[in-house]
Nanobody
């Protein structure tokens, strides 16, 4: 399985980005998936999850600002991020939530700065 994240970039505080994670195989209808993020100073941390259906959960400051979703037909996972803050700056990754992770993709850099 290959995971490729995209959609990151430089955005001002208060701005929005939509991240995408495309998988090489059909995963999302069978696996709970998640978005993670990592900075150079921190371990990789969980941001948002979605089960094999449509139930989503969010961690910490992602609540109320981020929305995780998926398009099974496109093998793509999304993370809509609104009202971005400088502390959201990180490399964002997707992977499954439960079980041994798939090989990590390259991630996509999100930088929130004025």
């Amino acid at each position: 399985v290959q995971l490729v994240e995209s959609g990151g970039g430089l955005v001002q505080p208060g701005g929005s980005l939509r991240l995408s994670c495309t998988a090489s195989e059909s995963l999302f209808e069978f696996n709970a998936m998640a978005w993670y993020r990592q900075t150079s100073a921190k371990k990789r941390e969980l941001v948002a999850t979605i089960d094999s259906g449509t139930t989503a959960e969010y961690v910490g400051s992602a609540k109320g600002r981020f929305t995780i979703s998926k398009d099974i037909a496109k093998n793509t996972l999304y993370l809509q991020m609104n009202d971005l803050k400088p502390e959201d700056t990180a490399v964002y990754y997707c992977n499954r939530l439960i079980g041994s992770p798939y090989t990590w993709g390259p991630g996509t850099q999100v930088t929130v700065s004025s």
